[in-house]
Structures are given as C-alpha cells and as structure tokens.
C-alpha cells in the first residue's frame, strides 16, 4: 500500500516514529532498535512508520534498512533532502516516501524533488509550518502536507497555530499534523481540525513501552465526562484518563456549572449549551435544540463554527428501548450519550462503535457532584 494511500483510510492514521535523539530535547532512546520497534508498532496499529536517517537525529540508513525488513508497513524517510539522487539511495533502501521541508527549500526545488520522488515510485510529504509554507505546498500540488507544530529554528510548540492551519488545508490532501502529540485528547484536536494522520515520536520514544504508548494515542471511543461542575472532579476524570471535560451552560439544568474550567492538556473541554450558544472560551462547543422548554434529543459537536461530530441522546427525561440500535445504524463521527454507566457502556460500544461515550448522571452522587470511583470504574470500563 502507498503511503498517501495508508494515511487516507477512514479515521485518524498514525505514523509511528522511530528516532535516538532530538535536537531539541537530547536523547530519547540512543538504544532504539529500529527493526524491533518497526515490528511492534505496526503490531499497534500504525498505518506508517517514520524513520529518521539524518546523524543528528543518529539515525542512518541502515536503520530504514532494518525497519524495512522488519515491517510491511509504508516507511517514510526523515531527513534534509536536496538532491534527486538521496531520494534514490533511499528508495534503494526501503523507503516508500520523503519528508520535503518548505523551510530548506524554494518552489523550484521543491517541485524538482516532487517529481523526483513520484518518478522513483515515492511520495513526498511536503512539510509547512506557517501559513506562507502551507500556501506554497497547495500551489506545488503537495499530497500529503505535513503541517508541524514545532518551529524548527526555534524549537517551540505552537499547538493552536498548527490546528488553524490544519483547518484550512484543503480538505481533498490528506494532512498530517506532527510534532507536539502526548496525549489523545491532542490526537483527536488534530482529528476534529481536519487531520488525516499523526505523526508521533517523541510521546513515544521516551514511553517505556513505545507500541502501548502508540494504542492509547488512537484508542477509540474517547470518552467524554461530562455535568462537571467543581475543579475537584475535573481532576478525577482527568486522573481516571478520560479525554473530554463536560461542562453544562444550560438554565435547566441540575448540573449547569457557572462557567467552563480549566483542564489539564490531556483534555479537551466542551461547553454544552440548549439553543443558542454563547462564547465560553471552550475546545469544543455541544449544542442542542430547545423543544417545549427543555433540550432537544441530538446534539453536535462543533469546533469553531463546523460541526464535527454528531452526540445521540436520549429524549429529555425519557428512556427508549431503542436508542442503541437506533445508534448503530447512523454513519459518521458519533458520540453516544444517555445513562451510559460502567455497568453498561461495553455493551453500548459493542453494538454502536462510537468514535466517544458520553456520561453524567450515572457517575454522581448527586446533581453536578460527582463520584471518583464510578468515574474511575466508568474509564476503565471503556478502555477494557
């Protein structure tokens, strides 16, 4: 399978990174074995893996050629490229694609490279890391963009700025966001703005298990605590591992909150809001109809002003026999809520496979306090 191709499959694609060291951040893993890494992260589910072939990474050639023989997966070569003949010699050794950095190169020379590369059966991945980059890789034709979140001659980390630009790629090219991805709550950031795939090596060179650092990153349902009202129980959730931070903005609610908390970087935030939404200084935004007073049914999850997932509930105050075959049956991104609990929310995702559960209720000792552990029980429900 080609690279592009790889990275193109429904959901988020992972590209898995195989590197010694960073200049930014020293060693990461000087004894990495690229052939066994290779094996393990494609035994985790990666759709690709990066391999670092440049002596200031101490990665070389020889490491492609060991990651090749061990894996079948596609394997993109890292380094700084300039000429038409290092993209040979890499083919030669197993590569399926090039990195190409827009910072290093002009127009001209990037668009030599491209043709290049698809010339030898390669695909490039053309690096951007500013708005002026990214314009330049859409008007080379470049397919698949890396947008990179570390500013390569500073080495800072500008999360936000990556999401903005990776919201307005087109949506045709597959994009991949890099660098500055610790947690799943990033990865899904970087899904929700409009990202194909990640690509991952830090997080997961310094894990002590890189391939079971890889699974939790693109586990899948995330899991959504929501009705959160105190400080004390984002810090539950968030120590329990769940990755979205619910907070009610709704009148009628028992657990409205007076405001949207902060959270920690392993998680995002969600104002929820029943007719009309205001500025909550929020992740994301989950928005219900108002009907005969009180919310609607169905929600949608928005980033922004689009909306990026569709949350299915139950009727206000009501049950329905058949809310989950109902669920099953609906296409696109779902977040599943109603009276999930851990008792019950394995059965929900065997029979719907959301791409997120939604809890409140069921984890409270009372309206808007809740219980650490049934949230806990709740997480460890989801992840089993």
């Given at each position: ?35 066994l890494?290779?094996r ?21 050639a020889?490491d ?21 003949a ?30 290049a ?6 695909d ?6 500013d ?47 890099e ?25 997961l ?19 959504k605590i929501c ?32 405001k ?33 007073g ?51 929310v ?29 949230i ?9």
């Amino acid at each position: 399978m080609r690279f592009r191709e790889a990275l193109a499959r429904p959901g988020l694609s992972a590209i898995a990174e195989i590197k010694r060291r960073s200049p930014s951040a020293g060693d990461l893993r000087p004894d990495a074995d690229p052939a066994l890494l290779a094996r393990s992260f494609e035994a985790a589910g990666a759709a690709a893996i990066s391999v670092l072939v440049d002596e200031r990474f101490a990665g070389s050639a020889a490491d492609l050629r060991a990651a090749r023989a061990a894996a079948s997966l596609p394997l993109l070569a890292k380094g700084f490229f300039r000429e038409a003949a290092q993209l040979a010699e890499l083919r030669r050794d197993g590569a399926d694609a090039v990195l190409l950095l827009l910072r290093d190169l002009d127009d001209d020379q990037a668009a030599r490279l491209m043709t290049a590369a698809l010339d030898l059966g390669l695909d490039a991945l053309v690096e951007a890391h500013d708005e002026s980059e990214l314009d330049r890789a859409v008007r080379l034709g470049a397919d698949p963009i890396g947008i990179n979140a570390r500013d390569l001659a500073t080495f800072e980390i500008d999360r936000a700025a990556q999401l903005d630009l990776v919201a307005g790629a087109p949506r045709e090219r597959v994009v991949v966001a890099e660098s500055g991805i610790e947690s799943r709550a990033q990865a899904a950031a970087a899904e929700l703005a409009g990202a194909d795939a990640v690509l991952v090596g830090s997080a997961l060179m310094r894990a002590p298990d890189p391939a079971a650092k890889l699974r939790e990153l693109i586990a899948r349902p995330l899991v959504k605590i929501c009705g959160l009202t105190r400080a004390e129980d984002v810090s539950a959730a968030a120590e329990a591992g769940a990755d979205l931070a619910g907070f009610i903005l709704a009148d009628e609610s028992p657990r409205q909150a007076d405001k949207v908390l902060p959270v920690p970087e392993t998680m995002l935030s969600v104002a929820v809001f029943v007719g009309e939404q205001a500025d909550a200084r929020s992740d994301l935004v989950q928005l219900y109809e108002r009907e005969n007073g009180h919310r609607g049914r169905d929600a949608v999850l928005l980033r922004g002003d689009e909306s990026v997932a569709r949350v299915l509930d139950l009727p206000w105050e009501q049950a329905d026999p058949s809310h989950l075959a109902r669920a099953a049956t609906q296409a696109g991104r779902i977040v599943l809520a109603g009276r999930l609990a851990p008792e019950n929310v394995r059965d929900a995702i065997e029979t719907v496979r959301p791409w997120a559960v939604d809890a409140s209720s069921r984890l409270e000792l009372s309206p808007g306090i809740k219980d650490p552990e049934r949230i806990r029980a709740f997480v460890e429900a989801v992840r089993s």
